[in-house]
């Protein structure tokens, strides 16, 4: 049997590699549409996007945690579809992380394709490329560290998260105790060894991974210099 550390580990990380990739498949369009969005909205829709970066995480939980219960929609047709309550589940925590996280992913691939430009995409749709050619013969490429960032800070500030979680995961072992609240469990029992071993973990971890990213990043940079 894995220690609870470890089933907290293997969550965390199942959580935010399942909530990064719905990041991207969700954030990717999302960001081409405000790159080129021309009406006055879109500073609305921006505003919305980025509100989880101001927005206190237990304001956001909890009424996700009303959204989620039995007694209103989204979690009624939750509990009516799969025969099992929305709240305090490992798909509550992802679909919450999901919209948590967002602005981490959508911001900047919008500013990456906002920096491209429409020559290159008029010249392939010129040449009888359509819009998806385009996007994966000239918009990713151009556009692949922006996506290496994206994905990163996505899955890096998942892992972190902790308010969000807490309000409508809950605390169960195997299923919604991830990292950030093992290591509040371990300071509220003043077990402090333990505490230490994930904190310095977790730091070790976002320092090599943002790392990564800056040295993957390191050449895009150099070019455009």
């Known amino acids: ?15 935010a590699a399942l909530t990064t990739v719905i990041l ?7 960001a081409w549409y405000l790159a080129k969005m021309t009406s006055r909205f879109k500073v609305i829709i921006e505003a919305i996007v980025a509100l989880p970066l101001v927005l206190p995480p237990t304001v956001l939980g909890f009424y996700l945690l009303i959204a989620f ?50 020559s290159l995409l008029e010249a392939g749709a010129m040449l009888g490329a359509g819009p998806i050619d385009r996007f994966f013969t000239i918009v990713f490429p151009l556009t692949k560290a922006s996506f290496i960032t994206a994905a990163s800070l996505g899955f890096a500030h998942t892992v972190g998260e902790f308010g969000v979680i807490l309000m409508i995961g809950g605390n169960i072992p ?12 371990h300071v509220e029992a003043f077990d402090y060894a333990k505490a230490h071993v ?11 991974l943002l790392a990564s990213v800056y040295l993957l990043n ?3 940079r150099k070019e455009r210099e």
């Open 69 to 118: 219960s039995p007694q209103h929609l989204p979690g009624e047709i939750w509990q009516q579809i799969t025969g099992q309550q929305l709240a305090f589940s490992f798909s509550a925590i992802v679909i919450g992380s999901v919209l948590y996280s967002l602005p981490f992913v959508v911001q900047p691939l919008q500013k990456a394709f906002e920096q491209l430009g429409d």
């Open 174 to 185: 195997g299923e919604t105790r991830v990292l950030s609240i093992a290591l509040f469990d």
């Open 1 to 15: 049997m894995p220690s609870p550390d470890l089933l907290a580990l293997a969550v965390t990380l199942k959580m």
């Open 24 to 30: 991207l498949l969700i954030g990717t369009p999302l």
């Open 198 to 208: 994930l904190a310095i973990s977790l730091l070790i971890g976002s320092m090599i």
């Open 218 to 220: 390191l050449p895009s």
